[in-house]
């Protein structure tokens, strides 16, 4: 019994020196185990720093690569597997104003992810994560066994001067073959050559507007936006219902929109991702147009 008392009791005064010191400063700054833990810490990131960037991008995995490009200040709150509207409403929900939002308008197929801002907004889960931080994705214990051999295994590495560039790795490796390439642009033409059903369409741009109506009545600065993908993409007929629908409920007089890049001159994984090299290419386009609008 008074090995139980001592082992719980060792473990509570783990528990908050661990937490006292992700208070003070420790930042685990683990990769991510899957997309989805990304994407969770992500928005955790957004929703539990209080010194959060005050200009942000919302958007899908489309935009989401504008992370490793954009300005130093900016926010990149885009996600896999989600689109902008699920990140204006994680806006909203932490109560945050941004000063400008740059709103990604590529994926329209997809509205709010309510299952997945609940979650983030659960009463229990919102309050431990916010007071204890070993509750936030980020910070899991498990992350950091998970993480412990290869960390050993780099730290043996740079003591013998051998040095892994992760971030060159994830940028140049793994990238799709030619013929994977073209795959999955003709798999995108055939998908693209289908409408999006009315109702499915103008709800969420219905959604997305309401969001932004909001934003805006709070006194955030609303861009929208869209990334280049592959040219023959834009003759499909959903692009072309995309491209209607969305210059019609955001009607240039009364929304701001940056002007659309010349898709000639990017290359895209899929016919719709862009490359690294292409991305690092648009986010030098994209910011310079915003600074010329905003001056």
Do not use: C
Not at 16 to 31: E, I, K, T
């Amino acid at each position: 019994m008074r090995i139980i008392r001592l082992s719980i009791g060792f473990a509570l005064i783990l528990s908050v020196a661990y937490n006292l010191m992700l208070h003070f400063g420790l930042d685990s700054d683990l990769p991510p185990i899957s997309p989805g833990t990304r994407k969770m810490i992500r928005a955790e990131n957004y929703i539990y720093n209080q010194n959060s960037a005050d200009k942000i991008i919302v958007g899908s995995s489309v935009s989401a690569g504008l992370d490793d490009v954009a300005p130093e200040d900016w926010y990149v709150l885009s996600m896999q597997g989600e689109s902008s509207a699920t990140g204006l409403e994680i806006v909203l929900r932490s109560k945050k104003v941004p000063s400008v939002i740059l709103v990604e308008m590529n994926v329209l197929e997809r509205g709010v992810n309510n299952e997945k801002v609940n979650q983030l907004f659960s009463v229990a889960r919102y309050s431990l994560a916010k007071f204890l931080p070993s509750f936030q994705n980020k910070n899991r214990i498990s992350r950091i066994l998970w993480k412990l051999p290869s960390s050993i295994n780099e730290f043996q590495k740079n003591l013998r001067g051998i040095k892994t560039d992760i971030s060159v790795q994830i940028k140049t490796d793994n990238l799709p073959s030619p013929e994977v390439v073209e795959q999955l642009l003709q798999e995108r033409l055939i998908k693209f050559q289908k409408p999006l059903p009315k109702e499915v369409l103008n709800d969420n741009l219905s959604k997305l507007k309401s969001q932004l109506t909001e934003l805006k009545a709070k006194g955030s600065s609303i861009y929208l936006f869209r990334l280049p993908e592959h040219p023959s993409i834009y003759s499909t007929t959903r692009m072309k219902q995309f491209i209607q629908t969305t210059d019609k409920s955001f009607s240039k007089t009364d929304w701001n929109w940056l002007p659309d890049a010349n898709p000639n001159d990017f290359t895209t994984n899929d016919g719709q991702h862009l490359t690294y090299k292409s991305l690092a290419k648009y986010a030098e386009y994209l910011f310079s147009r915003l600074n010329q609008i905003q001056n």
